[in-house]
């Protein structure tokens, strides 16, 4: 498979989904670039602007095995990797895998269940293996979590840890449509009480698993110069300079960056990273990964616009 047939693939699969969703073209894209990186996507946003149908339709796109788990309170970390249990007609224990077994797992609503539950995922997202009853057990290389959350609500909600922020290679914000995307989103959805079942769109599957695995190594041979990888570092190091920023990316996020870099190019028919490419990528990637200082709190500043104002600052190779 060559940068072509990649950037091919990626349209065939932008068709699919919107066969089922209207608009939503940067969240797409940002949830193609994450799976070629072999990357995870965090996305944030208010109710009912179709996160969790994106994702479904995305699945349903690819091909690949799906799973979900709606993020409860009472969620325990077994609920989602599994665990072994004894089984009295055998006298022994069977290994019941949870629903983070799969290629692509929704973690809807990530944030409604407590810090222990969420540190489930820790590993997996990590290392695309889990581990219990002293046992690993790999979740394979094409292991991909999109996860949602709700900004508006402030009761009953757990802020991800820092850590577990940083396994995300990109969060984005989705935003309310368009006059125009409404009108359609309207038309399509609003006639009748069967618009969530998903398997009315006809949505075909464009890849599979080993499909994936060549992409991928594809997106790694990509053309990374000494001068890209300077500015991405500059970049990153820039984060912790900064007074406007308390708490600036780790070197993760560098590494990260460059592999989202390569996705972005590969999808573009590049076969080597331009500078554009990590600019386009650099607020999703970090925005994340940083922490305001009390100062810039304050001073009501976002940190979309700190991160952007280093983009500028840093002075990219020609």
Known sequence: ??????????????????????????????????????????????PGTAK?????????????????????PDLMP?????????????????????????????????????????????????EHAVTFDGTTHSLGRNFMVVATQNPIEHQG????????????????RVSYPGPEEERAIIIHHGGGSASH??????????????????????????????DVVGYIAALVRATRDTADLEVGASPRAGAMLARAARARATLDGRAYVIPDD??????????????LSPAAQIDGRLVEQIVSDLVDQTEAPR
Do not use: W
Not at 5 to 27: M, P
Not at 205 to 220: M, N, P, S, W
Not at 278 to 291: C, D, Q
């Open 278 to 291: 990590v600019k386009a990528l650099a607020v999703p990637a970090l925005r994340h990964r940083v922490i």
């Open 157 to 172: 909600v757990y802020p991800l840890p820092e850590a577990q922020l940083d396994r995300f290679l990109f969060k984005h």
């Open 197 to 226: 079942d998903i398997g009315q769109y006809g949505i075909k599957a464009q890849a599979d698993r080993k499909t994936l695995e060549k992409a991928l190594e594809t997106v790694g041979s990509v053309t990374l110069v000494d």
């Open 1 to 46: 498979m060559n940068v072509d047939d990649v950037k091919a693939l990626a349209t065939r699969i932008r068709e699919e989904v919107a066969k089922a969703i209207t608009g939503q073209h940067d969240t797409v894209d940002l949830m193609l670039i994450a799976l070629f990186a072999g990357g995870h996507i965090l996305l944030e946003g208010p």
């Open 52 to 72: 969790t149908m994106t994702a479904r339709c995305f699945a349903q796109a690819l091909g690949v095995a799906y799973g979900r788990i709606q993020f409860t």
């Open 78 to 126: 077994g609920d989602i990797v599994g665990s072994n249990i004894y089984n009295f007609q055998t006298g022994q224990f069977t290994l019941t895998r949870g629903p983070i077994f799969c290629d692509l797992l929704l973690a809807d609503e990530i944030n409604r269940t407590p810090p222990k539950t969420q540190a489930a995922l820790l590993e997996a997202m990590q």
